[in-house]
């Protein structure tokens, strides 16, 4: 049966990609409750990527089971958890749309409501520009069609957390490197928002910033398939481990 209030349970969760030998996941278990925010660290090849993907159901688990308030994802309606679950994937989709269609797409039950759209994009920071242009909601974005704007990368991706800002039953948020296009400041606006418009919900961050990674109200550190270090940034940098060594290199950087 459900348990619900309970989040997103990995038990000793381990997965091989069809065709390779080596796990990309190996023996994860992670306890998510709702409302918490957590960031994915780790160098690529780490299975953070494949661990989003395990849980929005793109793939099952080799070994070990994934559990929403206590049910199993195989047993969860596909459309069901698809409500539920908002993704901002690196390679975000750019419709050929109009604006308003781009961020109303998140939901396609309220999808023509003019205030909810406006609502979405007021919470994915898009609403600034998008007013200013002359057809505002109504611009045709993409080359397919005459007069259609381009926008820049960072517009772009303001659309896409819009769109999830505009599912209103989604209640897992999860960004995954959601602003390559973006500069650092933006990205930890971005994250901010999330936490504080998205309080009740549980969002999972990946990001290769650690100025953003620190917000997060626990961090799990991957490394090669397995969680070597999970706690918040305060103790895993008295823990002096990888992470630590990770945030400082990349500090170094900044100064």
Sequence with gaps: GTVPG??????DVSFTYPGTTSPALNGVSLHIPPGRKLALVGHNGSGKTTLVKLLTGLYRPTTGTICIDGRPLEQWDRTALHARVGVIFQDFVRY???VGDN??????QRMDDPEERADAADKGMARPFIEAMPDGYDTQLGRWFKGGRELSGGQWQKIAL???????????LVLDEPTSAMDAEAEAEIFSRVQSLAADKLAILISHRFSTVR??????VLHSGHVIEQGDHDSLMAEAGHYAH???LQA???Q
């Design 6 to 11: 309970d989040g997103i349970r990995f038990d």
């Design 162 to 172: 819009s769109r999830a800002f505009m599912r209103g039953d989604a209640d897992i």
């Design 246 to 248: 990770l945030f400082s």
């Design 103 to 108: 961020i109303g797409v998140g939901d396609l």
């Design 252 to 254: 170094r950087g900044y």
């Design 96 to 98: 050929q749309f109009t």
């Design 215 to 220: 917000m997060a109200d626990e961090i799990v």
